[in-house]
């Protein structure tokens, strides 16, 4: 894997403080949203705004949408398609939220996937099941059926159904993160998804965007955080249903990093500038260049866990993101285009990112 050093200079851009328009319910006092964590690094990051929600006259929001159900529980999304379709098929992403597998919100989302319809993607945020309601694999369980629907439904919003990419946020453990990247690398191992029937319609990724997640969960790094034993619970003990030494076998069975193969998808890990987030990505991206897969690393320094969900770090996300998706769903240009670099150069930055790029 070679190392490219790239100048992307990010906009400090004047967003609009709020999320606004959700027909979601409202969270739980303690749930992990823009508003609260925003209230927690505002002293630091002086700087940042909460990313706008607000959807723009280009894009059409459909909020509210089932898309499976557990007993008499509605798991919904919402998605955001650009207006301008032109009889076009879109390529289609899955945004999955974090908070430590035991909270958070899909509107947590709804600013970068307001973006990405308006780059031409059809862009879906999705609520799954958190660790209080049901532990280990459950999340994964709903994530895939929420890929499931997105191409069982792409005749009926224009989506093209050979082209769907899963993409996980990580906000307050490494949860969505790490979701999103075990969906994808699992593609096609019954156990993971026990929904599919004979002959169901596959809930398979063909690219994984994951933001500051975890991609292994067993390593002494990893479990300083994770499996801190003044947490009792830590999130992850939560979700997995007890601590490393009781349930060594979940823990492994959920890092990403055991499932890499010559069939996984093409990876963009986007990363903070907090390392013990990310733990066991280089050793997974080294196993991934062994098999032939591609990938590509964009490390945004001095940067806290939740970046994303603030300006001015959710432009050189998205546009990471869109680049990463155009070249490996639209068969664009592996060449990071220079006049958007020279866009982002010409507004000015408190951050410097850095470009890894795999073999391929």
């Given at each position: 894997?070679?190392?490219?050093?790239?100048?992307?200079?990010?906009?400090?851009?004047?967003?609009?403080?709020?999320v606004a328009g959700s027909a979601q319910a409202a969270p739980a006092p303690e749930s992990y949203t823009a508003e609260t964590t925003y209230a927690k690094l505002?002293?630091?990051?002086?700087?940042?705004?909460?990313?706008?929600?607000?959807?723009?006259?280009?894009?059409?929001?459909?909020?509210?949408?089932?898309?499976?159900?557990?007993?008499?529980?509605?798991?919904?999304?919402?998605?955001?398609?650009?207006?301008?379709?032109?009889?076009?098929?879109?390529?289609?992403?899955?945004?999955?939220?974090?908070?430590?597998?035991?909270?958070?919100?899909?509107?947590?989302?709804?600013?970068?996937?307001?973006?990405?319809?308006?780059?031409?993607?059809?862009?879906?945020?999705?609520?799954?099941?958190?660790?209080?309601?049901?532990?280990?694999?459950?999340?994964?369980?709903?994530?895939?059926?929420?890929?499931?629907?997105?191409?069982?439904?792409?005749?009926?919003?224009?989506?093209?159904?050979?082209?769907?990419?899963?993409?996980?946020?990580?906000?307050?453990?490494?949860?969505?993160?790490?979701?999103?990247?075990?969906?994808?690398v699992t593609n096609g191992v019954g156990r993971f998804d026990p929904d599919a029937e004979p002959g169901a319609v596959s809930s398979a990724a063909q690219a994984?965007?994951?933001?500051?997640?975890?991609?292994?969960?067993?390593?002494?790094?990893?479990?300083?955080?994770?499996?801190?034993?003044?947490?009792?619970?830590?999130?992850?003990?939560?979700?997995?249903?007890?601590?490393?030494?009781?349930?060594?076998?979940?823990?492994?069975?959920?890092?990403?990093?055991?499932?890499?193969?010559?069939?996984?998808?093409?990876?963009?890990?986007?990363?903070?500038?907090?390392?013990?987030?990310?733990?066991?990505?280089?050793?997974?991206?080294?196993?991934?260049?062994?098999?032939?897969?591609?990938?590509?690393?964009?490390?945004?320094?001095?940067?806290?866990?939740?970046?994303?969900?603030?300006?001015?770090?959710?432009?050189?996300?998205?546009?990471?993101?869109?680049?990463?998706?155009?070249?490996?769903?639209?068969?664009?240009?592996?060449?990071?285009?220079?006049?958007?670099?020279?866009?982002?150069?010409?507004?000015?930055?408190?951050?410097?990112?850095?470009?890894?790029?795999?073999?391929?």
């Amino acid at each position: 894997m070679t190392s490219l050093p790239l100048k992307l200079v990010v906009a400090a851009l004047g967003a609009v403080f709020c999320v606004a328009g959700s027909a979601q319910a409202a969270p739980a006092p303690e749930s992990y949203t823009a508003e609260t964590t925003y209230a927690k690094l505002a002293p630091k990051y002086p700087f940042i705004k909460v990313a706008s929600s607000e959807v723009p006259a280009s894009v059409e929001a459909l909020r509210g949408i089932t898309y499976v159900r557990h007993g008499g529980r509605d798991l919904q999304l919402d998605l955001y398609l650009p207006k301008a379709r032109a009889g076009k098929a879109l390529p289609g992403v899955v945004f999955v939220h974090g908070g430590g597998w035991r909270t958070g919100v899909r509107a947590n989302f709804a600013p970068m996937a307001i973006r990405m319809a308006e780059r031409g993607y059809a862009a879906a945020t999705v609520s799954y099941r958190l660790s209080p309601e049901a532990q280990y694999p459950a999340a994964i369980h709903d994530v895939k059926a929420a890929l499931r629907w997105m191409r069982a439904h792409a005749g009926e919003y224009g989506i093209d159904p050979a082209r769907l990419a899963v993409a996980g946020g990580s906000a307050g453990g490494s949860a969505g993160g790490q979701i999103a990247s075990l969906v994808g690398v699992t593609n096609g191992v019954g156990r993971f998804d026990p929904d599919a029937e004979p002959g169901a319609v596959s809930s398979a990724a063909q690219a994984i965007v994951n933001i500051d997640g975890l991609s292994d969960f067993t390593s002494e790094a990893a479990r300083k955080y994770e499996d801190d034993p003044a947490r009792q619970p830590s999130s992850a003990g939560a979700w997995f249903g007890g601590r490393y030494a009781e349930k060594e076998a979940l823990w492994r069975d959920a890092s990403p990093t055991f499932y890499v193969n010559a069939k996984t998808p093409p990876i963009l890990f986007i990363g903070s500038g907090q390392a013990r987030f990310s733990v066991g990505r280089e050793e997974m991206i080294a196993k991934m260049d062994a098999a032939g897969v591609a990938s590509r690393v964009l490390v945004l320094p001095e940067t806290p866990h939740s970046f994303w969900l603030f300006d001015p770090w959710l432009e050189p996300t998205v546009e990471a993101t869109v680049r990463f998706l155009d070249q490996h769903m639209r068969g664009g240009s592996a060449q990071i285009r220079v006049s958007a670099i020279r866009a982002m150069n010409r507004v000015g930055s408190r951050a410097h990112p850095t470009l890894h790029s795999g073999q391929r």
